[in-house]
């Protein structure tokens, strides 16, 4: 609603348009709002409002008695796929922070003040001049270019430009298909299944990158040593063609069945229970036990060991773990333990996996299960 009156320079000499008010803008006469002219309105009006923010308040205490009640961890807390407890958390807070913006709503519209403004400002537009010097800059720009005279090239950059649109599209093919049960076992479980008729023997662990076989003898109290299955080496043995155990199968299988072995004093272990409720007494093998190296935070590698407390520390955000307590989380963001791999050992003394890990490896996720092991 301004009006250019004048011009002036500025410090450039350039000439400004000066936008002044403009007396009647023409608008609709004000229509006052019932709050703006009846005292009761306005007090109902308030009343809403500090209803919003009183019931606001109310659901953050709801979400810090349900944060503090509801256990995260209960299955039978269990509604349409989410635990109570994430259910409780997210309705509280985020009616919580409805409530305030309704609150804000209903004030602005019913009790702020209703009166129609003036906003001095300059104009947009840019001046006749530099209007038409843009435009030739730009005529001129196409006739160097030639696009008008060559349809061909004109045609062929807007066809190749809109195609690039396209792979956007296309790799939201790669969200899928979902992994199905994928998640939940590794080639730790190939060790003693029976394959072509052959019961192939239990899975030994091997060195990183070195693939030889771990003899439980070769470990001193407080090695830590990184690990894999020996079927990345062997896979014969295990019933498995070298296809199964190179290019990428090798790198996904690699990224779930990483190990971390740590010998410390078998006193020192306190076994927790598996996932059918049994004891992990039998889990390790003269104070050996074995842990997946991915963290359960969100998957970096972890190997910082205080070898002291029998703590793993993982570098990306100080999840630290007690691999003598069943791989509890004993400080950081991660949410669950790190899984544990059964041990034993074979007719040679050598380390193998009793079986495969008996819960998924790596970050949470929605569907995985989690159980109470102490
Ligand atoms: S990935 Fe390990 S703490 Fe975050």
Redesign the pocket.
Known sequence: MTDVHDTHADATGAELAVAEPIADPGLPEHQWRPTDVDEKAEKRAERQVAGFFAASAAFTILFLVAYFTLDIEDDWTIIAGFGASTMALGFSLGLALMCIGVGIIHWARKLMADVELVEMRHPARSSDEDREASLEALNAGLAESGIGRRPLVRNSLLGAVGLLGLPAVVMLRDLGPLPGDKLEHTIWGQGGKTVDGRKVPLMRVSRDAIGTPILASDLEIGDLVNAQPDVFWNPERYGMDEADVEGVNLQVEKAKSSLILLRMDPADIKPGKAADGSSRENWSVNGIVAYSKI?T????P?SLNERTTHHLL?P????TFDLADSGKVVF???GRPLPQLPLAVDDEGYLVAQSDFDEPVGPSYWERDYYDRW
């Open positions: 963290c935070h969100v998957g970096c972890i993982c990306c955000h100080q999840s950081g963001p991660a």
